[in-house]
């Protein structure tokens, strides 16, 4: 994990008669029809977002910012989202916030919460009754998603416009193909995604924050990004970064011999997971391959 960057300049002052320090948009037609709604409820209903006369004019403008991915970072977008008052929809594939996270739990994360937190993010949290943890103490991933990301999707701002188990297929943009040029900035982007339910849907964006990460994606084991021999044949004997050695993939590794590939600090944890289940459990084997001639890279 990095540091989170500070949110940029606040906005200029709202000007008078304005939702957010820009025109009023279609906001008294609805409250006209609607007298019990507030200037913010008109505004969302309207689907016109907080837009300046000529930002209103701009293709897609009218449309939500779509965020892909539901972790730390896409979190923290949705949270600087919100605070500039514009329209956005975050998608995630995995069932809950922060899925691939969940994945690791079990890992401790080397940096402590002080770096682990969003400025915007806390700005939101803080006001629902949420307490940061202790600044200097390391959390595990569970511990990231428990703590942090399930809190922060459930405040007022974000709550509801967080879709999990909707995978993004595709993002383009809406009525041109891909050997289209002229023109192409004046139409709004096409998020096309996988619903819950299986069916395909498309989504019209302003903008999309990929925020998705790279979880998923396993490095190949040969050398310049290429499958090593043998590799695709052998599948069903790997596993990805990060197993639970000491938990729910402790039977896959007890007893048996392991090849540790890598000197990353994922390898890293995985040796020391596999360190202790090897005094624990006898027969348990670990070889370290890496491509370097010395680890020392590693430890810096």
Known sequence: ???????QEPAPPAAEGSCCGVSACCTDAE???????????AKTDAGCGCLTDEA?????????????????????????????????????????????ISEWGHVRLFSPWRYD?????????????????????????????????VPL?????LNGRVRTSTRVLAVTRDGVDTTRTI??????????????????????????????????????????GLPAPGEDEAAAHLTGPLPDVLGRDRDRFAGRHALVVGMGHSAANTLLALAELAAEEPGTRITWAVRDASVARLYG
């Open 1 to 7: 994990m990095t540091e989170s960057r500070e949110p």
């Open 31 to 41: 409250q006209a029809a609607d007298p019990d709604k507030t200037v913010e409820q």
């Open 56 to 100: 209103a004019q701009r293709p897609g403008a009218r449309h939500p910012v779509v965020v892909i991915g539901a972790g730390p970072v896409g979190l923290a977008a949705a949270a600087h989202l919100a605070e500039r008052g514009l329209e956005f929809l975050v998608l995630e594939a995995g069932a809950t916030v922060g899925a691939a």
């Open 117 to 149: 937190t969003d400025a915007a993010a806390r700005r939101l949290l803080e006001p629902a009754g949420w307490t940061a943890p202790p600044a200097d103490v390391l959390p595990t991933g569970a511990e990231l998603v428990r703590d942090y990301l």
């Open 153 to 157: 999707a459930e405040t007022p701002q």
């Open 183 to 224: 023109g192409r900035d004046e139409h709004p982007l096409l998020v096309r995604v996988r619903e819950p339910d299986g069916t395909v849907a498309d989504l019209r964006a302003r903008a999309v924050i990929d925020a998705s990460g790279t979880w998923g994606s396993t490095n190949p084991l040969g050398h310049s």
